[in-house]
C-alpha cells in the first residue's frame, strides 16, 4: 500500500549502569515515512477503520500496554 518505508522493533535489555531510570516500555516499534505526506497518508488509512488495516491495528492494540506515541522530524531515522 506504499504506507511506509519501513519499521523497526526493538526490545530492552537491562545493562547495570544503564538502568538507574529505566523506562517504562519493554519495547519499542518505530516506522520510517518519507515526508509528512506519506506519514499523514498512513494515518487517514489507520484512522478509516476499515479492512483490511482494522483488524490488524485492533489485534495489536489488543497485544499492547502502557503504550506511547511520539513524532520525529522527517528523516531524523537516517542520522
Given at each position: 500500500m506504499?504506507?511506509?518505508i519501513g519499521?523497526?522493533?526493538?526490545?530492552?535489555?537491562?545493562?547495570?549502569g544503564?538502568?538507574?531510570?529505566?523506562?517504562d516500555?519493554e519495547?519499542?516499534?518505530?516506522?520510517f515515512?518519507?515526508?509528512d505526506e506519506?506519514?499523514?497518508?498512513?494515518?487517514?488509512?489507520?484512522?478509516?477503520?476499515?479492512?483490511p488495516?482494522?483488524?490488524?491495528?485492533r489485534?495489536?492494540?489488543?497485544?499492547?500496554?502502557n503504550?506511547?506515541?511520539f513524532?520525529s522530524?522527517?528523516n531524523?531515522?537516517?542520522v
Open positions: 506504499g504506507l511506509n519499521w523497526q522493533s526493538f526490545s530492552r535489555r537491562t545493562h547495570p544503564y538502568n538507574l531510570a529505566p523506562p516500555q519495547g519499542l516499534v518505530a516506522m515515512f518519507e515526508d506519506q506519514a499523514n497518508r498512513c494515518w487517514d488509512v489507520v484512522s478509516t477503520d476499515e479492512e488495516i482494522a483488524s490488524l491495528h489485534g495489536v492494540n489488543q497485544k499492547v500496554t503504550i506511547s506515541f513524532y522530524d522527517v531524523t531515522h537516517n
